[in-house]
């Protein structure tokens, strides 16, 4: 297990664009982000593979949000555009150090980080 910190979470208008980071204490393998808003369930946002060369993301932001990593800064991002009120939870960072291909399924990761709050306000 590492430790993970998620930043840039905030506040932002229906339309606009918001960057998310978060940072490993270690090396880790595949990562990912999923995101809960109140009252619902857990869901899954995307995925990375160990390399960075595949990523899965949900439908539900297919198109809008782009998952990239940086193995050197031990970092992955999430680029969020064209957000609207359905993306408004906490998003959560996930990170495994046993599997290294991207992964829908929480089960398959093995650290999570405290979560950053984005709120988006129409």
């Known amino acids: 297990q590492v430790h993970l910190v998620e930043s840039g979470g905030g506040l932002v208008q229906t339309g606009g664009s918001l960057r998310l980071s978060c940072a490993a204490s270690g090396r880790t393998q595949r990562m990912g982000w999923f995101r809960q808003a109140p009252g619902r369930e857990r869901e899954f946002v995307a995925a990375?593979?160990?390399?960075?060369?595949?990523?899965v993301t949900a439908d539900s932001v297919l198109g809008r949000f782009v998952i990239s990593r940086d193995n050197a800064k031990m970092t992955v991002y999430l680029q969020m555009n064209s957000l609207s009120s359905e993306d408004t939870a906490v998003y959560y960072c996930?990170?495994?150090?046993?599997?290294?291909?991207?992964?829908?399924?929480?089960?398959?990761?093995?650290?999570w980080g405290q979560g950053t709050q984005v709120t988006i306000s129409s």
């Open positions: 996930a990170a495994s150090t046993r599997g290294w291909n991207a992964s829908r399924t929480p089960a398959d990761y093995d650290s």
């Open positions: 990375i593979s160990r390399s960075g060369l595949s990523t």
